[in-house]
Structure formats: C-alpha cells, structure tokens
C-alpha cells in the first residue's frame, strides 16, 4: 500500500495526500483538484513516482474519495466528500419511467 514512515521525517504517501487534502483546498471546497492545486507535481517531487497510481490505491482502501471533474479529479477525506447521486434513477423518475 502506502511508503511507510521510516523515521527518517518523511510522510507516507497516505499522510501526505491527507495532508494535501487539508493545507491545499480553497475556501469553503472539502476537497482538491489534482491538477490544479498542484498536488500531482508536488507528490512527485516528493515520492518521485505517479500520484494516480497511489491516489487509485489509496480510494480503493477506502483512505481517500475520488470524484471525476473537468481536467482530472478531485480527491475528499471519506468522511468530506459530497453524496454520490444517481441521476439516472432521478431522470427516470422525473419522466414518469419506472
């Protein structure tokens, strides 16, 4: 899973997404766009490896909450990230199909 912490004062990768997630979102927004807060550029000066294999790793842990969006994807604490909805089943209901 994540670089463990080797005492050496380097963050697991899991810490520092959830550390990114905290110092790099804007305003009132609960989570981080990849790209545009620059989070993938500083998470590979740091690991020097891709930031989309570990942040995969880290939403199929259930760590992290990945959501798509223009130019990439935003990532959540699980415990932030905004309710998933079914717009399908809305729309079906909306047009009287069941």
Sequence with gaps: ?????????????EQFVLQAIETLRKGAYR????RYSGFNEAFRKHFGTDPVTATTKLAKAGKIVTRPCRGGIMIYKPDEAPVAVDSGTAALAKMGIS
């Excluded at 899973?1 to 990768?13: H, I, P, R, V």
Aim: glycine share 18%.
């Design 31 to 34: 989570g981080i766009h990849c």
């Design 1 to 13: 899973m994540a670089k463990q912490n080797k005492g050496n004062g380097q963050l697991t990768e």
